[in-house]
């Protein structure tokens, strides 16, 4: 499939027919176009999301298959499970969206760059905003440890990046959304550390089934961001007891 070419002034709904598009591809379907909010709305509920690093247009894709995680299939060793009840993690949604984003975006010792370039982190800050994005934070010790963030499209949660500053925090982050109500979490593409969660590749048509089914269904209650004028001095948003 040749990537369709998208300008800054297209119509939002310019890309490509994900449904007639050739099977087990890497799944680039579009070039360039913009990160407003009515294109990123639009391509998150029909399969599609940018995914590029800074020297790059912006690049648009839908993998084939496609990585996801039901929340009841979620796996937890005994181990794991053990090393969760000790670690004294706290768990908050929506109370430190920069802050996560930022170590999201932060240099990784296992690779040279990241896609979280700076016009996605103020797409994504938007679409916090507007209500669509959401972030769950760790905290162990008042300092926080891990979190992850991702867009929500009716009933479906989809991931976009996880970090971790402690031994299984990202995991306490993901069993956290795990009992939130999504029906699917959209890993879009498999790793290692999402395999061992659960995670499991399925066909590009069976997700947009599971899309068209879930995208107009009424999201889970999550709390709102704090209101900035609220926050306790130091920056650490989470409520006071």
Known sequence: MIPVLLDAHSSPEAFPDIAKAPSGTDGLVAIGGDLGLERLLFAYRHAIF?????????LWWSPDPRAVLWPNALHLGRTTRRRLRQAGFSISVNQAFERVVRECAAPRAASEGTWITPDMVAAYQRMHRAGYVHSIECWQDKKLVGGLYGVTIGAIFSGESMFSHADEASRAAMVHLCALGFEVIDCQVPNPHLTRLGA????RSEF???????????SPDLPAPPD???MPLGGDPRPRP
């Not at 590029?52 to 912006?58: A, L």
């Not at 499991?200 to 066909?203: Q, T």
């Open 50 to 58: 940018p995914w590029y690093v800074e020297e790059q247009p912006i």
């Open 228 to 230: 900035p004028k609220t």
């Open 200 to 203: 499991v590749k399925i066909p």
């Open 208 to 218: 947009l089934s599971l899309l068209e089914d879930l995208r107009d269904r009424p």
